[in-house]
């Protein structure tokens, strides 16, 4: 979709460099959600066995998301100071048009 309408961005490939305290935190600070939308409560987080009731804080997401970086939702758009969970896809066009 950026492709198609001729705008740059950069891939971040955060499985295999995953984001650091810093980075993490400037994302919620980013992402107009609240901070456990960027959590994603799937099979793996099941799995850990952990519960959505101790996500919540950004300090709490944070802390997850360094330990289990597959957890982060994707993808996130980041423009300047402002961010967006992309999901549905079309939630890229808050910050591209």
């Not at 919620?28 to 409560?41: F, H, L, Q, S």
């Not at 980041?78 to 100071?81: A, F, I, L, P």
């Not at 961010?83 to 939630?91: E, G, H, Q, T, Y």
């Given at each position: 979709?950026?492709?198609?309408?001729?705008?740059?961005?950069?891939?971040?490939?955060?499985?295999?460099?995953p984001?650091?305290?810093?980075t993490?935190t400037s994302l919620?600070?980013?992402?107009?959600?609240?901070?456990?939308?960027?959590?994603?409560?799937d099979?793996?987080?099941?799995?850990l066995?952990?519960d959505?009731d101790?996500?919540?804080?950004?300090?709490?997401?944070?802390?997850?998301?360094?330990e289990?970086?597959?957890?982060?939702?994707?993808?996130?758009l980041?423009?300047?100071?402002n961010?967006?969970?992309?999901?549905?896809?079309?939630?890229v066009f808050?910050?591209?048009?």
């Open positions: 979709m950026l492709t198609e309408r001729g705008v740059e961005f950069d891939v971040i490939e955060y499985m295999k460099t984001l650091d305290e810093a993490l919620v600070d980013k992402v107009p959600n609240e901070p456990a939308d960027m959590v994603r409560n099979k793996n987080f099941k799995e066995g952990l959505p101790d996500y919540v804080t950004p300090g709490d997401v944070v802390a997850l998301l360094v289990h970086p597959v957890l982060m939702q994707r993808p996130i980041v423009k300047g100071d961010a967006v969970i992309a999901r549905p896809s079309d939630k808050e910050l591209v048009d």
